[in-house]
């Protein structure tokens, strides 16, 4: 891990980080084997994205609440936010 990967801060994604099966979530994330950009999930993850997660633990910061995507995109394309560091070290 790079010295500016451990500078990223956890995204408050309106819930406790580790719950990812309440509410329905999108991922904004990079391109990632066998999940495409923008798929939802409703019912918990797919194998595919368990196993991503696994690997890079802060693809889970790319994971957000599909009420809150006006406001992801957004943040999304600002530098410098907490989403674009997330979204810049999950290229890497």
């Known amino acids: 891990m790079t010295e500016n990967?451990?500078?990223?801060?956890?995204?408050?994604?309106?819930?406790?980080?580790?719950?990812?099966?309440?509410?329905?979530?999108?991922?904004?994330?990079?391109?990632?084997?066998g999940v495409a950009v923008g798929t939802v999930f409703k019912n918990g993850l797919t194998p595919a994205m368990e196993n991503a997660i696994s690997k890079k633990p802060i693809l889970k910061g790319l994971l957000?609440?599909?009420?809150?995507?006006?406001?992801?995109?957004?943040?999304?394309?600002?530098a410098g936010s907490a989403l674009n560091?997330?979204?810049?070290?999950?290229?890497k």
Do not use: H, M, W
């Open 64 to 78: 957000v609440p599909v009420s809150r995507i006006q406001e992801v995109r957004r943040s999304l394309d600002t």
């Open 5 to 33: 990967a451990s500078k990223v801060e956890p995204v408050d994604i309106g819930e406790e980080k580790n719950e990812l099966t309440g509410e329905v979530r999108i991922y904004v994330g990079p391109p990632i084997r």
């Open 85 to 91: 560091r997330i979204y810049k070290e999950a290229e």
